[in-house]
T-cell receptor, first 114, second 112 residues
Framework: NAGVTQTPKFQVLKTGQSMTLQCAQD?????MSWYRQDPGMGLRLIHY???????DQGEVPNGYNVSRSTTEDFPLRLLSAAPSQTSVYFC?????????????FGAGTRLSVL | KQEVTQIPAALSVPEGENLVLNCSFT??????LQWFRQDPGKGLTSLLL?????REQTSGRLNASLDKSSGRSTLYIAASQPGDSATYLC???????????FGKGTLLTVNP
């Protein structure tokens, strides 16, 4: 059982480049989300999805795009990378939104924007 | 806006000691509270989840309590081991779409 899989694990970008961080889960979870983790800031929610075709903004959505065309996949797109987007990105999923459902996290993507 | 605070930011203890990590939150209208463990360079692993209607949860040497009215949770680790060394994060779930708000974590070091 793979759980939540994130690719790539590491990435270096130049300012202005675009890229897509991939996230896939094989647990048939409805709820998926993206966080960024920065030193001294903790984890902050970027975007989330409560099911295929439904996405919404979190706390820090600017500069990021998401889509959810299937239950399994929830890619995060950086349209024009900026140094402020240097961070560790985590994807998470849970069965559905609710009080009983724990969140499962991927191993993260470490992104540097030069 | 929900704010989650974890105290202390770092803790160093000798092996075998019992210890308590603290988490406080400002808005008591939560669905649940989760404690996570994060090893260096790795993702988060859920340790315990306490629903808002519950007072505590236990798993092995770990016990988490929740006092929703006072906005506090504690994670108790019994008989600590060097393998317990990690960052421990607490997060509260709240809102119409169940968003998680995280604390900044407590870095625990257990010395042999």
């Amino acid at each position: 059982n793979a759980g939540v899989t994130q690719t790539p694990k590491f990435q270096v970008l130049k300012t202005g480049q675009s890229m897509t961080l991939q996230c896939a889960q094989d647990m048939n979870h409805e709820y998926m989300s993206w966080y960024r983790q920065d030193p001294g800031m903790g984890l902050r929610l970027i975007h989330y999805s409560v099911g295929a075709g439904i996405t919404d903004q979190g706390e820090v959505p600017n500069g990021y795009n998401v889509s959810r065309s299937t239950t399994e996949d929830f890619p995060l797109r950086l349209l024009s990378a900026a140094p402020s987007q240097t961070s560790v990105y985590f994807c998470a999923s849970s069965y559905r939104p609710g009080s009983k459902n724990i969140q499962y996290f991927g191993a993260g993507t470490r992104l540097s924007v030069l | 806006k929900q704010e989650v605070t974890q105290i202390p930011a770092a803790l160093s203890v000798p092996e075998g000691e019992n210890l308590v990590l603290n988490c406080s939150f400002t808005d008591s209208a939560i669905y649940n509270l989760q404690w996570f463990r994060q090893d260096p360079g790795k993702g988060l692993t859920s340790l315990l989840l306490i629903q808002s209607s519950q007072r505590e949860q236990t798993s092995g040497r770990l016990n988490a309590s929740l006092d929703k009215s006072s906005g506090r949770s504690t994670l108790y680790i019994a008989a600590s081991q060097p393998g317990d060394s990690a960052t421990y994060l607490c997060a509260v779930g709240a809102g119409s779409n169940y968003k998680l708000t995280f604390g900044k974590g407590t870095l625990l070091t257990v010395n042999p």
